[in-house]
Structure formats: C-alpha cells, structure tokens
C-alpha cells in the first residue's frame, strides 16, 4: 500500500445493500430510524446519497472493520434491512457491478473535529486521475456512524465518497486520503470477499 496505510481491521464476507425509504422521507427521520438500529455490539455506517432528482435519500449499509469493536455481522445487517423493509416500508436493494467489485468508502473532513478541514468530492476525483487511476466512479455521499458509548447513541457525521472502480485503485486512494489527511478508510472487496479498513501507518 506505498508504505503509507497498512491493513488494521477485516471481516469475511460481502454486504454492502442500498436502502431506500418511502418517497417523502425526511433525511433526519431516516437517520434516526438507522441510529435505532445500532446495539451495544452492532455499529451501524452508512453512506447517504442524495439524488438530485428526489427528496428522499438512499443509503448504502457498509461494513466498517474496527480494532476495538470488530465488524457487524452479514447477518445483523440484513435483520436491520430487513425490519426496515418490514416496518417502516423501505425498499432493499442489491448494490454494485459485477463489473466494478471494489467499493471504496473515504471521509473528507481532516479528523474527527466537526470544525476542521473538509476537501472537496471533485477533489478526489483530480487526485486519483493524476494518480492514473482510471474507470473509476466518484459518489458524492454524507457518512454516517452509530454506535453505543456511555450507555447513548452518538452518531458521527462528515461528508465523503464512495469511490467504485476494481482493486488497482486501492494503491491510488491510498495516496489521495494521505493528501486530504485522512486517518483511515474502508474497501469492500466482492473478488476477495472480504471488507478491510485500512489506517495510516
């Protein structure tokens, strides 16, 4: 990985769904619904599209390795998915190309401080091509995590991307996320069949 990240965190296995809420869906409640979701031993991370065309936001579950806390399991998930569809109506469905196996999830605030630094979408996109990475698809999200600490929910948020593409770009987003100060980020790898967070050595 250029010596930069190195390889802290993996879970077997590929879950990666994209959630849709009932057209009119306030973005606040379906983030509340999906905070909910979370126990003391399942974090729930998702990536929040927002469709040009529509009010109502989707959301991409990802899988996020922890040192600490392990990984959610497929099957926790797919229950969350599944008691979304049941009782609140959501739509769940497949993510991904065949095609285009590595998903990469990439936060653009420099940290963890709400108020410090946060890089540009369109900027990821200009480092990775002058990295010659290329058949590569850029997603503008907002990412969201929700975790049990101190007996509450707290919910982290920040803009960032989903980047798509096969696993040659790895090496290049590796190089991007050190230029925007990036401590961590996550790949979905549907050829390994495996999730892993890398962390900046």
């Not at 990984?71 to 979304?84: F, K, Q």
């Not at 108020?115 to 850029?138: P, T």
Request: charged residues 20%; proline residues 5%; glycine residues 8%.
């Amino acid at each position: 990985m250029n010596g930069l990240y190195e390889e802290v965190a993996s879970t077997s296995g590929v879950y990666q769904p994209l959630l849709v809420p009932p057209a009119g869906t306030r973005r606040v409640d379906a983030v509340r619904l999906l905070a909910a979701a979370c126990t003391t031993r399942v974090t729930v991370t998702a990536a929040i599209h927002q469709p040009s065309h529509s009010a109502t936001a989707r959301f991409t579950l990802i899988r996020d390795p922890s040192v600490s806390d392990g990984a959610p399991g497929i099957g926790d998930y797919a229950a969350i998915a599944a008691s979304l569809k049941e009782n609140h109506g959501w739509r769940v469905l497949e993510a991904g190309d065949g095609s285009l196996p590595v998903t990469v999830m990439l936060g653009l605030r420099e940290g963890y401080v709400p108020g410090a630094a946060v890089h540009d979408a369109a900027e990821v996109g200009s480092l990775l091509w002058f990295h010659s990475a290329r058949g590569v698809f850029v997603n503008r999200v907002h990412l969201m995590c929700a975790r049990h600490l101190d007996d509450d929910v707290r919910v982290h948020d920040e803009p960032g991307v989903l980047i798509v593409g096969d696993a040659a770009l790895v090496p290049a987003v590796a190089s991007v996320a050190d230029r925007l100060a990036q401590h961590r980020f996550v790949v979905t790898d549907r050829d390994q069949g495996r999730t892993y967070a890398l962390r900046r050595r």
